[in-house]
């Protein structure tokens, strides 16, 4: 594949026999550390990189996307052969260890307002080698789910289609809505996997419990039940989160999933954070 897309290099460099081991008794090491909780993997090699703006800093970046988009193409291309390589190993690795088929992966394309570059850009130079990475995973039933803060809402549609089968990240803060995203449908018609519920920049740390139960609901609600809902951070939970907050959400979520039988004309249907003054 790599030779047919012009990186002979790559697959000549590229060792798959020993990725396979390397990745394999790292996934078997995790496990056997984590007992009986099960070890969902993430991988931030699994898509051509984009955050190249962490080593060339912003400027840098953002100027030679603007001035350079051909000399990016072939930075994405590259990128992308590399992780597909990688990602037919691992896809192998899920295969032999009977491992759920799930994994997130992805990168911040997107800041609080949108993407950090035009959805052009990424449509003519990235998108086509994210798919072209993700092929092998896709192909072997695992679902990829997509790391992306920000304001993901106008890429939504090209996320889907290059093969994410659901979302991690989510900043309601954003316009980011559970409750839209819900309603979307992966490009095989399935319904989205979420990783999602905690909100860890505005409820967790300066709202009371009940605010954290209604932000409970509100996810296990716009799920139909928390269907495909696996219960999560948006980021990392800081130090400001007062424990009882942590509890509460965990705690509430398998009470108020346990048996749902909410009627569809009480469920909570918006984000409560910013309806709790109303």
């Keep these: 594949v790599a030779r047919r897309v012009g990186q002979p290099q790559i697959i000549d460099a590229f060792d798959a026999d020993d990725y396979y081991d390397k990745e394999r008794a790292s996934m078997e ?3 056997a550390r984590y007992g009986a909780i099960l070890h969902l ?18 400027r840098a970046f953002f100027e030679t996307v603007a001035l350079y988009p051909d000399a990016w193409e072939r930075v994405f291309r590259a990128s992308g052969v590399a992780a597909r390589l990688r990602n037919e190993c691992l ?10 088929p799930l994994i997130m992966c992805g990168d911040d394309i997107c800041d609080n307002r949108g993407p950090m570059v035009s ?3 990424l449509e003519d130079n990235y998108w086509q080698w994210a798919k072209h990475a993700l092929e092998p995973l896709c192909d072997a039933g695992i679902k990829p789910i997509c790391h992306c803060d920000g304001n ?6 090209q996320i889907l289609d290059v093969g994410f089968a659901g979302m991690q990240g989510f900043q309601e ?26 909100v860890v920049t505005q409820t967790l740390p300066w709202g009371s419990v009940d605010d954290v139960r209604a932000d409970i609901e509100y996810a296990i ?15 990392v939970i800081n130090p400001e989160v007062p424990i009882d907050n942590v ?3 965990y705690s509430h979520a398998k009470e108020y999933s346990t048996d749902y039988d909410t009627p569809a004309n009480q469920r909570r249907t918006e984000w409560p954070w910013p309806l709790r003054d109303a």
Excluded: I
């Design 152 to 157: 993901v809402m106008p890429l939504m549609e």
């Design 41 to 58: 993997p993430a991988r931030w090699n699994c898509m051509p990189s984009f955050g190249w703006y962490g080593t060339f800093g912003y």
């Design 91 to 100: 896809a192998r690795v899920y295969n032999d260890m009977g491992h759920p």
């Design 173 to 198: 803060e954003c316009g980011v809505h559970v409750s839209d995203l819900a309603k979307l449908r992966t490009r095989d018609g399935e319904p989205l996997v979420f990783f999602c519920g905690l």
């Design 247 to 249: 509890r509460a959400a």
């Design 119 to 121: 959805p052009q850009f």
């Design 221 to 235: 609600d716009a799920t139909d039940g928390g269907r495909g809902l696996f219960l999560f951070p948006a980021n």
């Design 29 to 31: 090491a995790t496990q």
